[in-house]
């Protein structure tokens, strides 16, 4: 039973384009939602996050949208910059579990 | 100046064998956790740690035997090594996860390939 989907395994942008990454849930009970950026032989490092009260969190190029009806949060990026590549981890956070339940990861490679 | 830091970064050994994997954390977080990221790529919480107390223990063989000597350390020991086991391993530690959203850092992983 996944919590947490991100179905495109992968995705392709050209530099200075718009980057979407999608993911949905199936959980109710998460608090927040966290994006993960993950380059190869690291472990994942935090990008950004959103609360399940809000519907949009912005961080410089990276912005988080997330439509609590739907079920459903996107991470953008713009401009994308080769940097980016990388695989991002969507998580849910459970706060009364203490469990971050993470997707599967889309790779994101941006072209120059 | 690493935050998490495991060891080793890679494991080869064979089936049956017993292994252990270190994990340290210098950020002052009381909860440390072990997820695993299988073939389809999922990162999967396995145990999670706070103040040396189990506090998560998702369904786990328990050939997985995670101890925390303190605060700042979670070592994972895994006995009688099985092929299925091959896989990523990632410690993380945070702070508990309160009112602020506190994200999870997570150490450089440790590639475990049982032959």
């Known amino acids: 039973d996944q919590q947490v989907k991100q179905n495109s395994p992968s995705l392709s942008v050209q530099e200075g384009r718009i980057s979407i990454l999608n993911c949905d849930y199936t959980n109710s009970m998460f608090d927040y939602f966290l994006w993960y950026k993950k380059y190869p032989a690291e472990g994942p490092t935090f990008l950004i996050s959103?609360?399940?009260?809000?519907d949009k969190n912005e961080d410089g190029r990276f912005t988080v949208f997330l439509n609590k009806s739907a079920k459903h949060l996107s991470l953008h990026i713009v401009p994308s910059q080769p940097g980016d590549s990388a695989v991002y981890f969507c998580a849910g956070l459970n706060q009364g579990a203490q469990k971050l339940v993470f997707g599967q990861g889309t790779r994101l490679t941006i072209n120059p | 100046d690493t935050a998490v830091s495991q060891t080793p970064k890679y494991l080869v050994t064979q089936m049956g064998n017993d292994k252990s994997i270190k994990c340290e954390q210098n950020?002052?977080?009381?909860?440390m956790y072990w997820y695993k990221q299988d073939s389809k790529k999922f990162l999967k919480i396995m145990f999670s740690?706070?103040?040396?107390?189990?506090?998560i223990n998702e369904t786990v063989p328990n050939r997985f035997s995670p101890k925390s000597p303190d605060k700042a350390h979670l070592n994972l020991h895994i006995n009688s090594l099985e092929l299925g086991d091959s896989a990523v391993y990632f410690c993380?530690?945070?702070?508990?996860?309160?009112?602020?959203?506190?994200?999870?850092?997570f150490g450089q992983g440790t590639r475990l390939t049982v032959v």
């Open positions: 950020l002052g977080h009381d909860t």
């Open positions: 740690y706070n103040n040396k107390e189990l506090i």
């Open positions: 959103i609360s399940s009260i809000k």
């Open positions: 993380a530690s945070s702070q508990i996860f309160g009112d602020m959203n506190t994200e999870a850092f």
